[in-house]
């Protein structure tokens, strides 16, 4: 009896610890070359409890693959990543925005940004992550996932590897704050003059229908593993996102998040009108010191946005880290330097603005092009959207008031065209990975490429323009978009939220 029990007891330690040495071994997978920053789900990962007499009956059963289980530095990094993302918002774009209005409107934009995080947020459970990322046609996904229904603290997402996984309350929460941050960028197009209740139920409204969309169009997928054989691969590209299908690269957002919410901003602008005083009243910046501190949390949060697309701490978000630094530094160089010499000084405002635009076109490129193509999109953004923010704004005629086209719009446009360029392996990029093949694709036509990143850059131009303008009718008819003249006159944080940011 004892002999038996001292058998029993060696059986099971030697279990746990081959249990132990699955979970915590990094997976050594090919780095993801091709794809955006999605994962299709997974079955559910199951770690049964060991049985030794079971294992010794059945050795067959036992030699079988094991489901995968998440690396735990992947799902650690994960998680800070999506902090960083949170941070992003909150206090970053919050910041950055309230500095550049009127002291009298500053807590309104605190209190628009700070509230619209936590009503996607809420959306982004009950439907938004199932209707992106669950398979449905090639546009909108299921409600197969509603209020996370389905999954446990043991499902895993996929990643960009085969037999990588994450777990999928992690992955939910990176992509919800993505977002919530996009529909937070919207509201710089027309801040102080909009009520605050139009602002909420144009989120809910084109959260719903613009954003949800774009994202399953350009990021689902079936995930890897899908991709055993060319016929495997044909028919997991027939359930994946409409420009997923084409071939459009967006390694963290250029379309979904930065274009897309720039349209809406500028549709915003033309329909809510000019602030009263424009041209006449001095509308400048009241404090350029709060927003050199947001436009610094955003480029801090930024790396969580970029690297964290990667889905795993490896060598490509690695590459989408330094990418995101180098980028941004040279875009807020080129915009200063541009500034100084058609302006005679150089100016903080234009420094920052140069660092967001600089984080705004890296944005798809960084995990796909070297260090050299990001160096060059940094330097190209910080002029481009220079140009967006003056010369382009002049030729729309909308008031913008943050210039959420010309930077983000701009500067989505750029980063998106430049991704087809720079990703070419003799340009330093990383090419298209070939999951079929499990190695980088053979031939990388710049022309090809090209063409798709403009469909894909096209496709949400017009989808978010057309999506904009008839929610902005619908809370216009209902609600009414803008404040009274006397309330805006007065400023938005007293005539909307009964408070003031500063006592005087």
């Known amino acids: 009896m004892k002999k038996l029990l001292i058998a029993l007891a060696m059986v099971a330690g030697l279990s746990f610890a081959a249990s132990s040495q699955a979970e915590d071994k990094p997976a050594d997978a090919p780095a993801p070359a091709a794809a955006a920053t999605v994962t299709a789900v997974a079955p559910a990962a199951q770690e049964a409890p060991a049985a030794p007499a079971a294992v010794a009956a059945a050795p067959a059963e036992a030699a079988a693959a094991p489901a995968p289980v998440p690396n735990k530095g992947d799902n650690a990094w994960l998680i800070v990543a999506s902090a960083f993302v949170i941070l992003m918002s909150i206090p970053g774009l919050a910041l950055f925005y309230g500095g550049l209005v009127r002291s009298k409107n500053m807590l309104s934009v605190l209190m628009q940004v700070f509230v619209v995080f936590s009503l996607i947020s809420l959306l982004w459970v009950v439907y938004g992550y199932s209707v992106a990322f669950t398979e449905g046609n090639a546009f909108f996904g299921s409600l197969d996932k509603l209020l996370t229904k389905g999954i446990t603290p043991d499902s895993v997402a996929a990643t960009f590897s085969k037999g990588v996984v994450v777990s999928e309350f992690v992955y939910v929460v990176f992509q919800g704050a993505f977002a919530a941050i996009t529909c937070g960028l919207i509201v710089g197009a027309f801040v102080e003059r909009v009520r605050f209740s139009a602002v909420l139920a144009f989120m809910v409204l084109w959260f719903t229908f613009s954003y949800l969309p774009i994202a399953h169009m350009v990021w689902y997928w079936a995930g890897p593993d899908a991709y055993t054989t060319a016929e495997a691969a044909e028919k997991a590209n027939a359930t994946a996102g409409w420009l997923f299908q084409k071939g459009a690269l967006d390694f963290a957002g250029g379309t979904v998040v930065h274009i897309n919410a720039a349209v809406a901003g500028l549709v915003g602008a033309y329909l809510i009108g000019k602030r009263v005083g424009l041209g006449k009243d001095s509308m400048a910046p009241h404090s350029l010191t709060m927003t050199m501190i947001g436009a610094s949390l955003l480029w801090f949060g930024w790396f969580g946005f970029n690297a964290g ?196």
């Open 309 to 504: 697309s990667a889905l795993e701490a490896n060598g490509t978000a690695a590459l989408a880290f330094i990418n995101t630094w180098v980028a941004t530094a040279a875009a807020a160089l080129s915009w200063m330097l541009a500034e100084w010499l058609f302006k005679g000084k150089p100016s903080l405002l234009g420094a920052t603005s140069g660092a967001v635009a600089g984080l705004v076109a890296i944005t798809p490129a960084c995990g796909f092009v070297g260090v050299g193509g990001a160096i060059a999109i940094g330097l190209l953004a910080g002029v481009v959207c220079l140009w967006g923010v003056n010369g382009l704004k002049r030729l729309l005629r909308a008031d913008d008031s943050l210039d959420v086209f010309g930077i983000h719009g701009v500067g989505g446009i750029l980063g998106a065209t430049l991704t087809g360029v720079f990703a070419a392996p003799s340009l330093g990029g990383t090419g298209v990975y070939d999951y079929v093949a499990n190695k980088v694709a053979d031939s990388y036509s710049i022309m090809d490429q090209v063409i798709v990143q403009l469909t894909a850059v096209g496709t949400t131009v017009v989808w978010s323009g057309v999506v904009a303008l008839v929610c902005y009718k619908l809370v216009d008819v209902v609600i009414g978009l803008r404040v009274s003249e006397d309330a805006e006159r007065e400023g938005l944080d007293v005539a909307e939220h009964g408070e003031s940011a500063y006592h005087m």
